[in-house]
């Protein structure tokens, strides 16, 4: 935890009091005394620093300074066939840890269709694996995540809606002719939205209807990646090619 998010409702004037798993992590992780100051960020909001000043067994209370601005909305947003639950909450952190906007997590011919039923996809119980990867990268603007249980409905009606902010939408398919680099036309400097498959692959009718929204597929190379390596890759490449382009401009 390298960001300690504290939510609106939390604080009182400049206060705050902690009685849950941030409390313990102040005490037994970063062994804070009464004084110290721990990096802080309002959820959505600004960032700062919290100095303590009130320290017991089951109880912090910090003094908020919160003077930073937050980060921008990063310009990459993710469509994701719904992995099996317990994936989920991994790929969901790595991907907040890496930056994106929004999240889209969608039905496909391969997905089963028990996952939309998991307990994890309700009551915002999602939320708490977002937070992880903010509380990790030290950022404090919450992903926007949507869930879509039908495929069709979703690329037909959602996605037009979507789509208009995004020069590039990109399609990750493993029989596609090109590569990432060579699909990403350089410089790549506005939004990305990257649409990755389930763990058997999208069907060809699923492509068809992504390039009929203007999607363009794209290969990883021969080897067949699982998801939850998938996701941190390709996030991990359109950054390394974003930032290609800054250092040649």
């Known amino acids: 935890m390298n960001l300690i998010l504290i939510d609106q409702h939390e604080v009182d004037n400049t206060t705050v009091t902690l009685t849950d798993r941030r409390c313990t992590h102040i005490r037994k992780v970063l062994r804070c005394q009464v004084g110290d100051e721990v990096r802080v960020g309002l959820v959505n909001g600004p960032v700062g620093r919290g100095c303590i000043l009130a320290l017991e067994a089951q109880r ?30 991994r790929v969901l952190s790595q991907a907040v840890q890496l930056g994106v906007g929004r999240i889209f997590l969608i039905n496909a011919n391969r997905v089963e269709k028990s996952f939309f039923s998991a307990s994890l996809l309700q009551n915002d ?49 493993p029989t596609a002719a090109a590569n990432l680099p060579q699909t990403c036309p350089l410089p790549l400097t506005g939004r990305v939205l990257i649409a990755i498959g389930p763990e058997g692959g999208w069907l060809d009718f699923e492509i068809e209807r992504f390039q009929a929204q203007g999607f363009k597929p794209f290969s990883l190379g021969p080897r067949i990646l699982r998801v939850d390596t998938a996701v941190p890759a390709l996030l991990a490449q359109i950054d390394l090619l974003r930032s290609a382009t800054t250092t040649r401009g």
């Open 125 to 173: 119980s999602l939320q708490t694996f977002l937070r992880l990867g903010l509380e990790q990268a030290m950022d404090t603007r919450v992903p926007e995540l949507s869930i879509h249980p039908r495929f069709r409905p979703f690329v037909e009606d959602v996605l037009p809606a979507i789509t208009a902010p995004h020069p590039l939408k990109l399609v990750a398919h």
């Open 60 to 89: 912090v209370m910090l003094d908020l300074i919160l003077d930073q601005q937050q980060t921008p909305r990063p310009l990459t947003d993710l469509i994701l066939a719904l992995p099996r639950p317990i994936m989920l909450k």
